[in-house]
């Protein structure tokens, strides 16, 4: 089994200190999972221009081919202006659907105020939705105050939810994984 973290923002750190905690957790708990992680900070991502995934060629191929090989995924995003970041959208657009389909996704996503929690459940599952994508039921926000000056989180409750959806994310990929193969 391997997870693909996505860190889906191109400025800040405080998501990517979201993504790596959660991956950090599986993979300390969980050896049997196989961890990789994404920044989009680190990639050069071409604009979808809706052409066939399959022509695209450098940083915008290696990406595609990455979040090919996963089996499940957290995905993590900013909210500016009540809504995902850019490059985060744009690379679902970039990706062929069935890259998520009938896969598990959670969420986690960081604001500056409390207004826009509900961001995730507005407009990110609709998304996953649109890929037939199994959603876990939990998702993980955080505000400014939950991190220190360091950008480390300091808020236990956000820790003990984000090891929540860890174990979440890994149960429901094992339960998917075991009824895939009674199915055969």
């Given at each position: 089994?391997?997870?693909?973290?996505?860190?889906?923002t191109v400025t800040g750190t405080k998501t990517s200190v979201?993504?790596?905690?959660?991956?950090?957790?599986?993979?300390?708990?969980?050896?049997?999972?196989?961890?990789?992680?994404l920044d989009l900070k680190k990639v050069d991502l071409k604009f979808c221009d809706g052409r066939d995934p399959n022509t695209?060629?450098?940083?915008?191929?290696?990406?595609?081919?990455?979040?090919?090989?996963?089996d499940f995924f957290l995905v993590g995003t900013p909210i500016f202006r009540a809504s995902l970041t850019g490059a985060l959208k744009n690379l679902f657009d970039l990706v062929p659907d069935e890259v998520f389909r009938k896969k598990v996704l959670g969420f986690v996503a960081t604001g500056g105020t409390s207004q826009h929690y509900l961001v995730i459940e507005n407009q990110v599952k609709p998304i996953a939705g649109y890929f037939r994508s199994y959603v876990a039921p939990s998702y993980v926000y955080a505000q400014n105050h939950h991190f220190n000056q360091s950008n480390e989180i300091i808020d236990p409750d956000v820790m003990k939810r984000l090891d929540?959806?860890?174990d979440e994310l890994v149960m429901m990929q094992k339960s998917l994984k075991n009824e895939e193969?009674?199915?055969?």
């Open positions: 089994m391997k997870i693909i973290g996505i860190s889906g979201l993504v790596q905690y959660v991956l950090n957790r599986i993979k300390k708990k969980y050896k049997q999972v196989e961890v990789d992680y695209y060629t450098g940083d915008t191929k290696a990406v595609i081919d990455l979040l090919q090989s996963a929540d959806l860890a193969a009674r199915v055969i």
